[in-house]
Nanobody, 122 residues
Framework: QVHVVEAGGGLVQAGGSLRLSCEASGRTFRSYLMGWFRQAPGKEREFVASISPSGRSKYYADSVKGRFTISRDNAKNTVYLQMNSLRPEDTAVYYC???????????????WGQGTQVTVSS
């Protein structure tokens, strides 16, 4: 069992930056692939970024590539999402999740946080 809690959401102007954090419980944290997803009202939950257990491999959705950076600190059981050059279309609830294999499908992730709201104004 892994429990995850996101923090760092809020309101920001277009072009601004925000850093999200995700703290996970459990001694097996380092064994999991960690991912960030987002969901806007009326839309499907979509993949944003993922990072391998070691932190050596990262993968980004095309929509955020070059603007967002995922990282992890296994000593602190924490994953981060640095978001730069934010756009109104980035507005969504952002979720942190853990999986046991490489995947971008929400259904394949085993554990989820409660989500944190990110709103980007124009």
């Amino acid at each position: 069992q892994v429990h995850v809690v996101e923090a760092g959401g809020g309101l920001v102007q277009a072009g601004g930056s925000l850093r999200l954090s995700c703290e996970a419980s459990g001694r097996t944290f380092r064994s999991y692939l960690m991912g960030w997803f987002r969901q806007a009202p009326g839309k499907e939950r979509e993949f944003v970024a993922s990072i391998s257990p070691s932190g050596r491999s990262k993968y980004y959705a095309d929509s955020v590539k070059g603007r967002f950076t995922i990282s992890r600190d296994n000593a602190k059981n924490t994953v981060y999402l640095q978001m730069n050059s934010l756009r109104p279309e980035d507005t969504a609830v952002y979720y942190c999740a853990a999986a046991q294999k490489y995947t971008v499908q929400p259904a394949d992730y085993d554990y989820w946080g409660q989500g944190t709201q990110v709103t980007v104004s124009s």
